[in-house]
């Protein structure tokens, strides 16, 4: 471990976490981290799960087993975030080091490090052609990366204050990206220019998604709200509350029909987009739930939790 997270890691481990029924809906937990999970991904098939967590580790699990397939290692401190590009043959991971990194997921090799941000990477995102890496910081800047190279192509500039999270557009033109300023910003992907602005009213958003069709946006933070907004307008259509402390992590199902989040609250939920209404509340973490993902078949959530669990659910 590097130094921070031996210092952040100590408390963690003399925490005494306390015991909760777990809901009837849990398929499996899955154990492996040394701290915190920051970061959980399904592979296009739904058969792997990637991991990033405080040990500084990424991971990749076999969904059925429940077992590690790979444990990756280079990061200096802890891993922010992770993801799984759509073609199936890469992971990437974002650190708190000011690095990201390109694995191969078959071998756990890897590939690439980016270097180029200033501050901790908050987020990557592989693009729908699974060609480019985009990343976001808390040195306020987007950058794209070349994955077959790892070479950065772009810098986009804008925000002016710390970037927490983005997302690419189904389609591959667009970008979405939000942070610390109350605004979610769209960009041009191909030009890096700045094509819309939308006022959210929210001090600290920690995650942000397009619609599988690309009509809507969804946004969770620091209010302990998910709000679902226009995408051609940024009218905010629907805020879905039930959460009792910041929402870290939303993503909408592969049909779009439903949501899933996760809150420093413990709790995973699940919401129906059209209604706005919850659906269920999935309890069984003993401490704040950092990242949520549905699995390609829309059957599953995947959730990763402080508590060093990454949990499966089956969707009600």
């Known amino acids: 471990m590097g130094f921070l997270s031996k210092i952040f890691g100590k408390k963690e481990e003399e925490l005494k976490r306390p015991t909760v029924r777990e809901d009837v809906n849990l398929i499996k937990t899955m154990e492996g981290h040394l701290d915190r999970v920051l970061g959980v991904k399904f592979s296009p098939d739904g058969k792997k799960l990637v991991s990033g967590g405080f040990d500084e580790l990424v991971m990749l699990w076999d969904v059925e087993s429940g077992k590690p397939v ?15 590009s759509p073609d199936g043959r890469k992971l990437a991971s974002g650190s708190t080091d000011s690095t990201a ?21 908050r987020m990557v995102a592989f693009s729908p052609d699974s060609k480019v890496l985009a990343t976001c910081s808390r040195d306020t800047t987007i950058r794209l990366w070349d994955v077959e190279t790892g070479k950065e192509t772009a810098k986009i500039l804008g ?3 710390y970037i927490e999270c983005l997302a690419w557009s189904h389609d591959g033109k667009r970008l979405v990206s939000c ?21 959210t009213g929210d001090t600290l958003s920690h995650s942000v998604s397009f619609s599988p069709d690309d009509s809507l946006i969804v946004l969770c933070g620091r209010d302990a709200k998910v709000k679902i907004l226009d995408a051609a307008s940024g009218q905010i259509l629907k805020v879905l509350e039930g959460h009792e402390d910041a929402v870290r992590s939303v993503c909408f199902s592969p049909d779009g029909s439903v949501l899933a989040s996760a809150a420093n609250d413990e709790r995973v939920c699940l919401w129906d987009v059209k209604a706005g209404t919850l659906l269920h509340t999935y309890r069984g973490h003993t401490l704040e739930v950092q990242s949520v993902d549905i699995s ?10 402080d ?5 499966l659910w089956g969707i009600r």
């Open 296 to 305: 390609p078949d829309g059957r599953i959530i995947a959730s990763g939790s």
């Open 70 to 84: 790979h444990t990756m290692k280079g990061h200096d401190t802890w891993v922010e975030c992770i993801d799984y």
């Open 307 to 311: 508590d060093r669990k990454i949990k």
């Open 179 to 199: 942070g610390e300023e109350p605004v979610v910003r769209i960009w041009d992907a191909e030009s890096g220019k700045n094509i819309a602005n939308y006022q």
């Open 101 to 121: 990194r390109i694995w191969d997921a078959a071998t756990g090799a890897c590939l690439h490090l980016c270097k180029g941000h200033d501050t901790a990477v």
């Open 159 to 161: 925000h002016k204050s």
